[in-house]
């Protein structure tokens, strides 16, 4: 474990370096045999199942219902929606035949021509096609609406340049797909949803994130609008964290999805769709973690408290367990998730570097002397700090202790945020601003042509247009034409 540690780049030297080696030693995942897609391990995926489980939550206490919808979609649905079909066209895997045989040749197993499909199935590069498809069976009146549906699903899109969590081929993820008898409807639902994305990264991934709505250019295939949150890296560059998307009557008119309204006429129906995916877990790791590891809010750490006896023998280990077994039941009756590691194929240190790497937010040391003396070591993963607290009430001041460093490493992350956000008046001050990374608050006219020139020229996009802060007009960087307000722009993963 010590060699792991030394073996980690230093953010400082590389942080994309720094990124890949602690996804891979911190065991949260690896490549597979499928190019650009991982395998999630099993401490990775303890990390997702938390914000899984706690999304659900929060969903269905906005009345969401999950179900679940093909991974393969007919070809034709994708061609309906002219703007779906060609943002997605580029990316998706086409399944073209349904059969092998032995090649007859023998060399080995080839596709069986005779076994080719009248036609092409796509893997879902995302589901609104087959859902408003499945819709237009469900809908006919507007007492069937709205219909409020989630699904948890795998998606495929063909990535050129992948990196694990943040792009991948195929990635996890939640998409919310709902129907509604008014655009208001469903402009409060994307909304709504936009900011359950909002308290869930701020609350529980301790990442502060910034409200608004994507330009056109950005804008998800398909949607009217683009409601987003978006985060700052440690090193400088964006990262899209949720997005929630007001479609309109889009999708409903490409699969002729109507129903009869409260005056007795037929009226399309209006859609939103969201999602957030693994990428948080990207997320997570570059908002938060240090050159040691991992560092996770405790909100959503599998394992929050790990206890580590120190012993000499087995007489030792007996009457320090003694102690720590009632204090794990306390703490586990506290809803706090807690590892008792007595395994003794490990020394004490091998297991400190471990559990430092992996990111548990508070470890407890104890020996036959800490127990003499009533008391207990205490260190805390957000700041590496160490303290003698006494064993007695330890469960309950390891409970504040660990909202307090949630609420630290929120603290940390929002300050650095902060720190690498900046406002510029001129084109010239932008592009020598933008250089430096972070958030750049800047005037823009409102064209693509204007968006596009920055992008080629600088390789900053607009990452949001804010729904809050400063509304004050002003004249484009660029153009010097009219602008409404200040944009965000970032380079970004």
């Known amino acids: 474990m010590a060699k792991e540690l030394k073996d980690l780049t230093k953010r400082a030297d590389n942080y994309s370096q720094w990124y890949n080696d602690l996804v891979v030693k911190a065991d949260l995942a690896e490549q597979s045999a499928v190019r650009g897609c991982m395998v999630i391990k099993p401490y990775g995926y303890a990390i997702w199942e938390k914000m899984q489980q706690q999304l659900d939550r929060m969903f269905k206490e906005t009345g969401h219902q999950n179900a679940y919808f093909p991974l393969l979609i007919p070809k034709s649905f994708l061609s309906r929606e002219a703007e779906h079909v060609e943002g997605f066209a580029k990316e998706c895997a086409v399944v073209t035949h349904h059969r092998l045989k032995n090649d007859p040749a023998g060399n080995g197993v080839i596709v069986d021509p005779e076994a080719k499909l009248e036609e092409e199935l796509i893997i879902r590069p995302t589901s609104e096609t087959i859902i408003w498809n499945t819709y237009r069976n469900w809908i006919h009146s507007y007492r069937d609406l709205p219909i409020l549906v989630n699904q948890w699903a795998n998606v ?220 207990v070591e205490v260190m805390r993963r957000d700041t590496l700090e160490k303290s003698e607290q006494k064993l007695e009430g330890i469960a309950g001041y390891v409970a504040d202790l660990l909202e307090k460093i949630q609420q630290n490493i929120f603290d940390k992350a929002l300050k650095h945020r902060q720190s690498m956000t900046r406002t510029v008046e001129t084109y010239d001050e932008f592009k020598t601003e933008i250089e430096k990374g972070g958030f750049i608050l800047a005037h823009w006219d409102g064209t693509p042509e204007t968006e596009e020139k920055i992008k080629e020229e600088t390789k900053a996009t607009i990452r949001c247009i804010p729904l809050d802060g400063d509304k004050t007009p002003g004249v484009c960087m660029v153009t010097g034409k009219p602008s409404k307000q200040r944009v965000i722009f970032a380079r970004n993963y």
Request: hydrophobic share 45%; net charge negative; proline share 4%.
């Open 156 to 375: 495929m899109r063909w990535e050129m340049r992948t990196r694990m969590f943040l792009r991948t081929a195929e990635f996890l993820w939640q998409e919310g797909h709902t129907a509604h008898a008014t655009y208001d409807e469903a402009m409060e639902e994307a909304v709504k949803m936009l900011n359950v994305y909002a308290d869930f990264a701020e609350k529980y991934m301790a990442v502060p994130v910034i409200k608004g709505v994507k330009s056109a250019n950005e804008r998800f295939a398909g949607a009217i609008e683009t409601f987003t949150i978006e985060a700052m890296m440690q090193d400088g560059k964006a990262l899209q964290s949720g997005t929630s998307h007001f479609l309109g009557q889009n999708f409903a008119k490409a699969f002729d999805v109507t129903f009869v309204n409260k005056e007795n006429k037929p009226e399309y129906v209006w859609a939103t769709s969201w999602g957030v995916s693994t990428r948080l877990m990207g997320a997570l790791i570059m908002t938060h973690s240090d050159d040691n590891g991992l560092v996770l809010p405790p909100h959503l750490a599998p394992i929050q408290v790990v206890i580590v006896p120190i012993y000499k023998n087995s007489d030792q280990l007996a009457e320090i367990s003694k102690t720590v077994l009632p204090i794990v039941d306390q703490l586990k009756s506290m809803g706090i998730s807690v590892k008792y590691d007595d395994a003794e194929n490990r020394r004490p240190g091998f297991k400190f570097a471990d559990y430092e790497l992996k990111g548990v937010p508070v470890r407890l040391a104890i020996g036959a002397r800490d127990i003499e003396n009533g008391t």
